[in-house]
C-alpha cells in the first residue's frame, strides 16, 4: 500500500493508474520514483516543485494563455512529478509513432501527387478537398528532399484496459520538442539524485537527428554549407519561447518573414553583410501564412514568394507548406485501409475509434449512440468545442442531433475515452491523480524515423477534466522512458571539427537582430541612468536637511525637462513622493524605469537565443524586481539597489561574455550612442535651466552620472562647478563623460564605415573638434571658459553643445537604422516623402 505521502491518494474508477495497479502497488516502471518520493516526504517534494517554479522563473519560460491576464508572461507549468514509462511499454508506442509517421508522410505525398487513395475510394474527397488546409497551389509540388513531413507528433491518451491511442495528429508544425528538452533540464535538476541513477534514455540524440537530417536534406551546391533558419512568427506567438530555445540548441538563426526575400525563386536571409542564401526552413508557421502572394494576401508574417522556391525546389521547408490537411481526426477511420494500402502492413497504433458523419452509414450510427461519444468539428480552426454526449441531457441531445443532419461534413465523433491518471502535485501541497495525455515526436533521417526516447506529458487541471489542454490552465510533466541498459548522457554536438574548418569570424547577422541588439543596449544605458537618477533624488527625500532640499529641487527641475516627472507641488517645487514612485514604479507612465525595463525585457525576447544563461536572468529579473516592490520609499529605495545591480550585471556579462560579433558592436554602438544622448539631455538641462548650481546640486549630478567617487579621489572637498565640468564634459578616461562617448563612437563609426564600405552623414569628428576649442585647461577661472555665442555665457555655451550631442546622437539612431535595420536610403526616404 502506498506511503503516507500518497494517503488518499486513489485512481477514479474506470481509469488507468499509471503509477498503482489495482491492489495499490507500485507498478515496475514506477518503484524507484515512488519509493524516493515517499523518502523525501512531502517537505522534499515542496522544496523541489518551489525550485522548479524558481529555475522556469529565470529561464524566462512561458507559455501564452489566451485572454490569462499574464499574457505572454504567462509562466510554463511543470509538475516535479515525472511520467515513467517502462521500455517495453515504449517500445510499442515508438514502433507505432515511426509506422505512423511515415504513412502520414505517404498521405501527403499521395494528396498533393497522383490522389491515387481519393481515386480508389481510400480516403473520401470531402476529407481532403474540404479541408482548410489543403492548398491548392501546392497540388504537384516534389519537396526538396523527396519528403512533405520531416517533424510528426501525436497526442496519445490511456484507456482504461491500458492500451495506448492516437487522439490526434500533429503535422503542420509540430509544437513541444523545446518545451520537453527543457522540462527535462529541469527536473533532472531538480530531481538529481533519483535521475543520476534511473536509467532514464536520454533526449539529445533526437535533437541532433533533427538538426543533421535537415541539412542533409537540404537542397546545397557543391561545397556549400548549408544555411538552416527557424521560422517564427514572432515573440507574441505562444511557444516562442521554445521556438527561440530550438534556435540556441540546433544552431539555427531564429527569423520572422521580414528577415527573408525571395530573388529569383531562392530564398535569402537579410543581414548586416548583405543578402546570404538560406537552404532550409524548420518552420513555426501555419501553412496558410508562409506566402502572401499565393496563399493568404492578408498574412504579413510570411515570405512572398517562398512557394515559388519550394515548387522550384531551391529551398526544403520542414514541414512541407499544405502538410496541415492531414490535421483532421476526421481521416483516423480511413487510416487502416490506407495503412495497408501504402505500407502493406496493418496500423500498429490505432486511433481512437472515430466516425466522419459526411458517410450516411457513420451518421447514422452517431445519432444512435451520442451519450457515448464525444462530437467534435471535422476541421480544425471550427466551432464548437468538442461536446460530451453523456454530459448532454434530452433536450441537448436533440439539438446536437439537428445540427448534425444539417451540415453532417462538418462534424466527427470519436469514442469517449477515460484518460489515464498519474500522480501529480497538488495546488494544496498534496499528491493527486490527475488525468495525463503524451504528445511523442518523430523526426524522419536518411535510415528511417526517429522517436524520441520521451516527449511532453500533459496533465489536466481539475481532477474530473477529460480534456488535458495547456490553453485550459494544464501542467506538463518530463516523461523518463526506462532505458533497458545504462545510458551516456551526451551532449549535443555534430561530428568533431577538422582544423580546415575553424572559425573566427562571428556568424552572419541578420539585420532585425543587429536591430534589437542595438535597441537592446539604448535600453539597457536608460534603465541604469534612471536608476542613478532615481535613487539619487530617492536618497534625499526623506532629509529635511536644507541642502539635501535643495539638491532635490535642482534634481526635480531636471527630471521634468527629461519626461520622467510631470507633477509637481506649486508651492514648493517639490514633487510629492507618490509622483517619484510612479517614475520609478507606474507601468502606464510612458517614461517610467518600469516600463523602460519592460521594453528591454522584450528587445532581449526577440534575440533569446543569442543571450546566455546569466545574460537573460539578470535582465529578465529587472521589471519582476520592480513589479515586486515593496510599498514605501525605503522598499523602493532598496528595489533601486536591486534593480542597479543587475544592470550592471547586464553590462558586465555584455562586456565580458558576447564574442566581438558585428551583433556585439550594435549593441555596443546602442549604448554609446543612449549615453550620449542621456549625458548631452541631461547636462543640458542642467547647464541651460534656471536650477542653481551649488555644491549639493552638483553632487547629485555626480551621483546619476556614476562619477562621484571618481571625483572625491581627485579633489578632497565639495564640488565646485568647474572640475565637475572638466570631469562629465572634456576627460576622455572617464566613462560617463561626453568627451569618451564621442571619442569611442569616432573610433567604432570609423571601423564600422571600413567593413561595411559605408560614409555615414553623421560624424562625430566635428563634435569632437568643437570640444577641444572647449578645452577648459588653458584658462584660469571659469568665467574665461570659450566657445560662447555673443551675448552667451560660457555655462549656457556648454549647455547649448551638450544639447547639440544629445541630437547628434538621437540622428545618427536614425541613420543606423535606415541603412542596416530597414535597408532604405536616406535619399530614397526623402524622395518617397515627398
Not at 1 to 17: E, I, N, S, W
Amino acid at each position: 500500500m502506498p506511503k503516507p505521502l500518497f494517503a488518499g491518494y486513489r485512481c477514479p474508477p474506470h481509469h488507468f493508474d499509471e503509477a498503482f495497479d489495482a491492489e495499490g502497488r507500485p507498478r515496475a516502471a514506477w518503484a524507484a520514483l515512488v519509493a524516493a518520493l515517499e523518502a523525501g516526504g512531502a517537505e522534499t517534494l515542496e522544496r523541489q516543485s518551489e525550485a522548479l517554479r524558481r529555475m522556469v522563473e529565470l529561464d524566462g519560460v512561458t507559455y501564452n494563455v489566451y485572454a490569462d491576464p499574464k499574457g505572454a508572461d504567462r509562466p510554463w507549468a511543470l509538475d516535479p512529478i515525472p511520467m515513467v514509462i517502462g521500455a517495453a511499454d515504449w517500445q510499442t508506442i515508438s514502433q507505432g509513432i515511426a509506422q505512423r509517421a511515415d504513412l502520414l508522410d505517404r498521405t501527403l505525398a499521395d494528396i498533393y501527387g497522383p490522389q491515387d487513395l481519393i481515386r480508389e475510394g481510400l480516403l473520401p474527397p470531402a476529407l481532403a478537398f474540404g479541408h482548410p488546409g489543403y492548398l491548392w497551389p501546392c497540388q504537384g509540388i516534389s519537396p526538396a528532399g523527396g519528403r512533405w513531413m520531416h517533424v510528426y507528433a501525436a497526442d496519445l491518451a490511456r484507456s482504461e484496459d491500458g492500451r495506448w491511442w492516437v487522439i490526434h495528429d500533429r503535422t503542420q508544425g509540430p509544437s513541444g520538442v523545446g518545451y520537453a528538452s527543457q522540462n527535462r533540464r529541469l527536473v533532472a535538476r531538480s530531481q538529481f539524485d533519483v535521475f543520476r541513477h534511473a536509467q532514464v534514455a536520454p533526449l539529445a540524440d533526437f535533437l541532433r537527428a533533427l538538426r543533421d537530417a535537415l541539412g542533409s536534406m537540404a537542397p546545397v551546391a557543391q561545397g556549400e554549407t548549408p544555411r538552416i533558419v527557424l521560422l517564427t512568427p514572432g515573440p507574441w506567438n505562444e511557444t516562442y519561447f521554445e521556438h527561440s530555445l530550438l534556435a540556441r540548441h540546433l544552431g539555427f538563426a531564429l527569423v520572422e518573414g521580414q528577415d527573408l526575400t525571395v530573388r529569383q525563386d531562392r530564398v535569402f536571409m537579410k543581414t548586416l553583410q548583405g543578402l546570404q542564401p538560406v537552404h532550409a526552413i524548420l518552420r513555426r508557421l501555419d501553412d496558410d501564412y508562409c506566402d502572401p502572394a499565393e496563399l493568404r494576401t492578408d498574412s504579413a508574417l510570411g515570405v512572398p514568394g517562398l512557394l515559388a522556391a519550394v515548387r522550384a525546389g531551391n529551398v526544403l521547408v520542414a514541414n512541407g507548406i499544405g502538410s496541415g490537411v492531414l490535421e483532421t481526426t476526421g481521416i483516423h477511420g480511413f487510416l487502416p485501409g490506407i495503412c495497408e494500402r501504402l505500407l502493406g502492413a496493418p496500423l500498429r497504433l490505432p486511433s481512437v475509434a472515430t466516425w466522419w458523419c459526411g458517410e450516411a452509414p457513420a451518421l447514422e450510427h452517431v445519432l444512435e449512440h451520442l451519450d457515448e461519444l464525444v462530437i467534435k468539428p471535422a476541421f480544425p480552426g471550427m466551432s464548437p468545442a468538442p461536446v460530451f454526449g453523456h454530459r448532454l441531457d434530452a433536450a441537448g441531445r436533440a439539438a446536437l442531433a439537428e445540427r448534425l443532419r444539417a451540415t453532417p461534413h462538418a462534424f466527427l465523433a470519436q469514442e469517449w475515452v477515460r484518460l489515464s491518471q498519474a500522480p501529480s502535485l497538488l495546488a494544496n501541497g498534496r499528491i493527486g491523480p490527475r488525468s495525463v495525455g503524451l504528445r511523442v515526436f518523430a523526426v524522419a533521417t536518411p535510415e528511417g524515423w526517429r522517436v524520441m526516447p520521451g516527449g511532453l506529458a500533459r496533465v489536466a487541471q481539475d481532477f474530473d477534466d477529460d480534456i488535458v489542454t495547456m490553453q485550459h490552465g494544464g501542467a506538463s510533466k518530463d516523461i523518463w522512458v526506462q532505458s533497458p541498459s545504462p545510458v551516456s548522457r551526451e551532449a549535443l554536438a555534430h561530428p568533431p571539427i577538422t582544423p580546415p574548418e575553424l572559425v573566427r569570424a562571428g556568424a552572419i547577422v541578420p539585420s532585425r537582430i543587429a536591430e534589437n541588439l542595438f535597441w537592446l543596449g539604448r535600453y539597457a544605458e536608460r534603465c541604469e541612468a534612471q536608476v542613478r537618477l532615481l535613487r539619487a533624488a530617492l536618497n534625499r527625500l526623506g532629509d529635511a536637511d536644507e541642502e539635501a532640499q535643495r539638491a532635490l529641487l535642482s534634481l526635480a527641475a531636471v527630471a521634468r525637462s527629461q519626461l520622467l516627472l510631470d507633477e509637481k507641488d506649486e508651492s514648493t517645487g517639490l514633487p510629492e513622493d507618490a509622483v517619484w514612485l510612479a517614475a520609478v514604479l507606474d507601468p502606464k507612465a510612458p517614461n517610467s524605469l518600469l516600463a523602460n525595463a519592460r521594453r528591454l525585457q522584450r528587445a532581449g525576447s526577440q534575440i533569446r537565443e543569442r543571450l546566455s544563461a546569466d545574460n537573460w536572468h539578470a535582465l529578465n529579473r529587472l521589471p519582476q524586481v520592480l513589479e515586486g516592490a515593496p510599498k514605501g520609499l525605503a522598499g523602493v529605495a532598496e528595489t533601486l539597489d536591486h534593480a542597479m545591480l543587475l544592470c550592471v550585471s547586464f553590462a558586465g556579462f555584455a562586456m565580458d561574455d558576447m564574442t566581438r560579433d558585428d551583433g556585439w558592436r550594435f549593441l555596443l554602438l546602442g549604448r554609446r550612442i543612449e549615453r550620449l544622448s542621456g549625458l548631452g539631455g541631461l547636462l543640458g538641462d542642467f547647464l541651460g535651466g534656471d536650477s542653481p548650481r551649488h555644491a549639493e546640486s552638483l553632487e547629485w549630478l555626480l551621483e546619476a552620472c556614476d562619477s562621484i567617487i571618481t571625483y572625491r579621489s581627485r579633489y578632497p572637498r565639495a564640488p565646485e562647478l568647474l572640475p565637475v565640468l572638466d570631469l562629465l564634459v572634456f576627460d576622455r578616461d572617464n566613462p560617463h563623460a561626453l568627451g569618451f562617448q564621442l571619442d569611442v563612437l569616432a573610433r567604432y563609426m570609423s571601423r564600422l564605415g571600413r567593413d561595411f564600405g559605408v560614409a555615414f552623414e553623421h560624424d562625430p569628428a566635428p563634435l569632437l573638434d568643437t570640444l577641444r576649442r572647449f578645452d577648459p585647461t588653458r584658462f584660469h577661472n571659469l568665467a574665461l571658459l570659450g566657445e560662447a555665442a555673443p551675448g552667451q555665457a560660457p555655462v549656457e555655451a556648454l549647455g547649448a553643445f551638450a544639447t547639440r550631442a544629445q541630437r547628434f546622437g538621437w540622428n545618427l539612431s536614425d541613420e543606423l537604422s535606415l541603412r542596416f535595420f530597414s535597408h532604405a536610403d536616406r535619399a530614397v526616404q526623402t524622395a518617397e516623402a515627398a
